[in-house]
């Protein structure tokens, strides 16, 4: 019967992208970028890869089984950081000092009417000043709205990486220390280090906020994507693509070695533009200290985080030394930039 072997043409192309994706994990864009690509349709390919097996298990293809379930033991952290949730959380206890995080590309504050511009900039500050986190990270914002943005939070300190339009962290604990963060020959900040004291507990916490390389992609761009591209600007995609990959990898590698340096425990959060698997984030995730996805642990579905035409994306993120157990993650279902605002929750005193 012609749909008996279904699976087959369902099960071998997933795997095949699955592996692909894995690959992009362990080898880096700058050396081969093809892999890169794999990982921005893991989600979708994981999805297709279910169906197939659930097809193999009622056609009774015990046997051809086996390779796929090996594959679920080799991905399993890999599927874990796709669709959240997968790990325990800590308990809290009357004596508990937690801290509280929040990520947010604002996209400018909509300055240049992408969404409703001035209602949309009065929307994100109204939203701003609903949230009672300890530590709220910007990316995209703009320096004008610095008072604005600490008077929606209460009086908050807002501390910027540069005198232009950044990262920025906004915050009322007591701030012990901050820098820029600049990736090598740049002329501009792509993070900011602050370092706080934790309430209840007094320890000093570092907090990286960063935004890494985006593709840079403009409105023809876009619309050739949507309408298909042709072949010079295939391959326009593809070198904006590869080059942003390769830069965001290298980004991450120096990134790391910052944070292996930090004397105090670290959480790391912001606008990293890769997906969960890529090179990038798993150079970020390994080294000493070993930083765990808040997502990964506490989060739910898939946790997109980009809003456009690619659904499904998580593009922010938020991690944590080990000693900064999560409690509890949030992806805020606000749609006022091209990004969606992600929240976390810390134990600070273990």
Not at 154 to 173: E, M, P, Q
Request: net charge negative; proline share 4%; aromatic share 10%.
């Amino acid at each position: 019967m012609p749909g008996i072997r279904l699976d087959h043409f369902i099960l071998e192309p997933a795997m095949f992208i699955l592996v692909g994706a894995k690959a992009g994990e362990l080898i880096s864009p700058e050396i081969f970028p093809f892999f890169a690509v794999f990982g921005l349709t893991f989600p979708y390919a994981l999805l297709v890869f279910f169906i197939g097996v659930v097809l193999r298990l009622i056609r009774g293809g015990w046997k051809g089984l086996v390779v796929p379930f090996i594959m679920l033991f080799f991905l399993q952290s890999s599927i874990a950081l796709t669709i959240g949730g997968i790990g325990g959380v800590a308990k809290l206890t009357d004596d508990t000092s937690t801290i509280s995080v929040g990520t947010f590309n604002v996209r400018r504050m909509d300055e240049y009417d992408w969404l409703e511009g001035e209602k949309t900039s009065n929307d994100i500050l109204t939203w701003l000043s609903s949230t009672s986190l300890d530590i709220m990270c910007f990316q995209e914002m703009p320096v004008e709205m610095k008072g604005e943005v600490s008077k929606s939070l209460d009086g908050a300190t807002v501390k910027y990486a540069s005198n232009r339009a950044g990262t920025a962290i906004a915050t009322k604990l007591k701030i012990v220390d901050f820098k820029p963060w600049i990736f090598e020959d740049e002329n501009f900040a792509r993070g900011l280090v602050l370092d706080v004291i934790s309430p209840k507990s007094n320890d000093t916490i570092r907090v990286y906020n960063v935004h890494l390389q985006s593709v840079g992609l403009v409105g023809g761009d876009y619309d050739a994507v949507r309408s298909g591209p042709d072949t010079e600007q295939s391959k326009k995609l593809w070198s904006r693509l590869s080059s942003a990959f390769s830069l965001r990898s290298a980004q991450a590698k120096v990134l790391r070695t910052s944070i292996d340096s930090s004397p105090y425990p670290v959480i790391l959060c912001g606008d990293f533009n890769d997906t969960p698997v890529s090179f990038a984030l798993s150079t970020l995730r390994s080294g000493s200290p070993e930083l765990f996805d808040a997502f990964a642990l506490a989060g739910a579905g898939l946790g997109s985080t980009y809003v456009g035409d690619i659904a499904g994306l998580r593009i922010d993120y938020m991690m944590s030394s080990s000693s900064l157990e999560v409690v509890s993650f949030e992806t805020h279902e606000i749609e006022l930039s091209d990004h969606r605002p992600i929240s976390a929750v810390f134990i600070s005193n273990r």
